[in-house]
Nanobody, 122 residues
């Protein structure tokens, strides 16, 4: 059974906002840091944001001040609030999970979701 499921992607105009959600299984969520990666069309996958079990967050420089990652332990869900979206934010966004935040950032995660498409028009 799939243990990470993303949703919330879609088409938005530049300057708009989207909120992505990633729902994890109950046992997985309590034991792992969570993160978001993205892969623009024709580009390499890159790490975007991460949050520890305790709620500490970190971001890639290109999204600082625009994106916010949060986790709701009661709902086993991690969110990525994306504001002031730019066309270069267009990508497939995937969530990942691992006990160590260093593995989240490096993409060496034990668990991955299937991804959700975000398209930002100019």
């Amino acid at each position: 059974q799939v243990q990470l499921v993303e949703s919330g992607g879609g088409l938005v105009q530049a300057g708009g906002s989207l909120r992505l959600s990633c729902v994890a299984s109950t046992m997985l969520f309590a034991r792992n840091s969570m993160g978001w990666f993205r892969q623009p069309p024709g580009k390499q996958r890159e790490w975007v944001a991460a949050v520890t079990i305790g709620g500490s967050t970190t971001y890639v420089d290109s999204v600082k001040g625009r994106f916010t990652i949060t986790r709701d332990n009661a709902k086993n869900t991690v969110y990525l609030q994306m504001n002031s979206l730019k066309p270069e934010d267009t990508a497939v966004y995937s969530c990942n999970a691992d006990p160590l935040i260093r593995n989240i950032v490096a993409g060496r995660s034990a668990y991955w979701g299937q991804g959700t498409q975000v398209t930002v028009s100019s």
